[in-house]
């Protein structure tokens, strides 16, 4: 099983829809978790962060769910400028083992 | 965040012939720096751990020797790929943790490697 698991998608969906993403990760020592957008040949930027109690950051809403072990990624009203491949990443530090582990992404084309 | 800078941003080689890819913190001093690879359609994965002044940690499946990791600086850390085969074809990425106590990574552009 894969430390960190994506539906890879593709989710094609109009401009102005909602569409949510998933993301199951296993070891339950995990302690950080984010959301990384990469657009097709480039590097991930950062999206946002998740934390325990949700949060959101405009359009977008980050929550975790420590007791089923996913994170999920709400976008709402969305735009033709979101299509891109939205990575979940987490990170261990029991160990303190600093670097990150990445689900395969899942990749999203908003059409008009 | 981070300013990271990569060169060169993509390379095409010869197999056998080795490249250096450099990795750049511009605007403060990074003891840590990730070297990450990426496969067409597949997810980042962590080669090594790059620590200043210090040897690199290599994760499982990575050869050490083939991977040559230098951190000689602070802002500084160098991926040399020796005696390129085509199946090291990838998207090269370093990343860099800006304070100690933080988790969140910032990457470079990336370099897209092409073996021949």
């Known amino acids: 099983r894969k430390e960190v698991e994506q539906d890879p998608g593709p989710f094609n969906v109009p401009e102005g829809a909602t569409v949510a993403f998933n993301c199951t990760y296993s070891?339950?020592?995990?302690?950080?978790f984010f959301w990384y957008r990469q657009d097709c040949r480039k590097e991930p930027k950062l999206l946002m962060s998740?934390?325990?109690s949700g949060n959101e950051d405009g359009r977008f809403t980050a929550q975790l769910n420590r007791a089923s072990q996913y994170i999920s990624l709400l976008i709402r009203d969305s735009k033709l400028s979101d299509s891109a491949t939205y990575l979940c990443?987490?990170?261990?530090?029991?160990?303190?083992?600093?670097?990150?582990?990445f689900g395969s992404g899942t990749r999203l084309q908003v059409q008009p | 965040g981070a300013v990271v800078s990569q060169h060169p941003s993509w390379v095409i080689c010869k197999s056998g012939t080795s490249v250096k890819i450099e990795c750049r913190s511009l605007?403060?001093?990074?003891?840590?720096m990730f070297w990450y690879r990426q496969f067409p359609k597949q997810s980042l994965m962590l080669m090594a751990t790059?620590?200043?002044?210090?040897?690199?940690?290599?994760e499982q499946g990575v050869e050490k020797d083939k991977f040559l990791i230098n951190h000689a600086s602070l802002t500084l850390s160098t991926l040399t790929v020796t005696s390129a085969h085509p199946e090291d074809s990838s998207f090269y990425i370093c990343?860099?943790?800006?304070?100690?106590?933080?988790?969140?990574?910032?990457f470079g552009p990336g370099t897209r490697l092409t073996v021949l």
């Open positions: 790059s620590n200043e002044g210090s040897k690199a940690t290599y």
């Open positions: 605007d403060f001093q990074a003891t840590t």
């Open positions: 990443a987490v990170n261990v530090m029991d160990t303190g083992r600093r670097a990150l582990t």
């Open positions: 070891n339950s020592a995990s302690q950080s």
């Open positions: 990343s860099v943790i800006q304070k100690a106590g933080d988790n969140e990574q910032f």
């Open positions: 998740v934390y325990s």
